[in-house]
């Protein structure tokens, strides 16, 4: 990974020309960021209306999520004030407004319901469990509902969901074992086992990871589906091959101690390679004794929880907006540990929103068609304060934006990059098309 430390604190170059507001550095001073505007000066006198810009966020403050949520909330927050501490969006503050979905399908659909109808909000984001976003994506698209998710999954770029729906925030999870997959049987092995969740976002990995693995001369042996709630692993451990290189895992919900402590049980010393997606261990400090059994194993994350040595000016900023400390826990209370590898995700979504805003002189509600179009026009965002993860391709066609992937080695009670992978290394062949659909 390299310091880039080339001035980019103006915005992120796209296909987008028209701006009305230069992006400094802006933000509280207790954030650590030094302010582009004089103390109590924002400059919300040139908009037609002070009225503010509501912006819904779908949280997870509730259910299997909540961890999750939590950081969300607090990430959102941050990229708000700065926003609102810059003079807002077209001169007009940013007023979140936060609802708890409780990480639940259903109930997704009617905060998505109530964002449009109860609050009248001028678009929602946030999401981040799979099942929820599927499950609430077609309510947005039936109300007209501009719905920005940061979730991982390939529902957005696949093209089954609807042209209101966006991820230009995070990538999906078909571009990130894609471009995994060569370092994966390269380094560890080529026979695999897969671990993964029963449920939409296990799909994902369940569907993409094969192929990815059968195209550099591999193969994924078995596939183990294990719900999402599970509180034992060990009637599951017995179905791994014993010819297994790789043994590939992605767990979420409650009970991934006692997934980790049984494996090591199941396996002793004699285990094979074991690579492992962060969301297993979000929110989770290392240090744990239970833990002690992936010393050494490998894991995915899109933005790295520990400072690596060549730390970007950025995450340096970013870490300091958010309050997490270089070990990717609250600076508040070290004990709480962040979710550091997809939190970033709600910050870029954030900004991307104002920048799209702004490109389409957004004045209200009559101007969703015009905001829908402008985000489609976004082609790429540079690394810099707005994009702290690192510089992105964004497809308009299939609403997805194509990133860099960290691959973190466990080295104790810390994580350790040994490869970041290339944009292009992640790119795939784009059916869907979005802009074909009417808005």
Known sequence: MSDKTTDKTKEPKSSITRRSTLLGMGAATGAGIISSVSPGFVRYAQAQTSEPIKLGFECHRTGIGASYGRWYERVANA????????????????????EDDG?????????????????????????????????????????????????????VSSGSLNRYCFQPGITD?????????????????????????DYAFGYDHRDNL?????????????????????TSFTRYLPRIPTDTDVLYHIMVGPAVLTFVTELGQFYGSQRPAIFGFIDSVEAVNLATPQLGFLDGTYFWEGMPRYAQKDQSQWDKLYRAAVGVDDNGASKADPKDISTYAHMYGVWETLFTIK??????????????????????????????RDHPQGDKIFNGKNHQAYGHQN???????????????????????VKADYTKMSL
Do not use: C
């Open 79 to 98: 990229a708000v004030k700065i926003i609102n501490d810059e003079g807002g969006i077209n001169g007009r503050p940013v007023q979140l407004i936060v």
């Open 103 to 155: 990480t639940d399908p259903k109930r997704g659909a009617e905060v998505v319901e109530k964002f449009a109808t109860q609050h009248k909000v001028d678009a929602v984001f946030g999401t981040l469990f799979s099942h929820v976003v599927v499950g609430a994506a077609p309510r947005a698209g039936e109300l007209k509902m501009p719905y920005l998710v940061v979730s991982e999954g390939t529902h």
């Open 173 to 197: 999870v078909r571009s990130q074992v894609t471009s995994m997959a060569p370092w994966i049987t390269k380094n560890l092995g080529k026979k695999v086992t897969m671990i993964f969740p």
């Open 210 to 230: 094969p192929p990815a693995i059968k195209a550099q001369g591999g193969q994924v042996v078995e596939m183990i589906a294990v719900p999402p709630t599970e």
């Open 355 to 384: 920048q799209a805003m702004q490109s389409a002189g957004y004045a209200g509600p009559k101007d969703k068609a015009k905001f829908i179009e402008a985000l489609e026009a976004i082609e790429k965002f540079d690394e810099g």
């Open 407 to 429: 691959i973190s080695k466990v080295n104790g009670a810390r994580m350790d990059v040994v490869h970041r992978t290339s944009i292009e290394d992640g790119m795939y062949e």
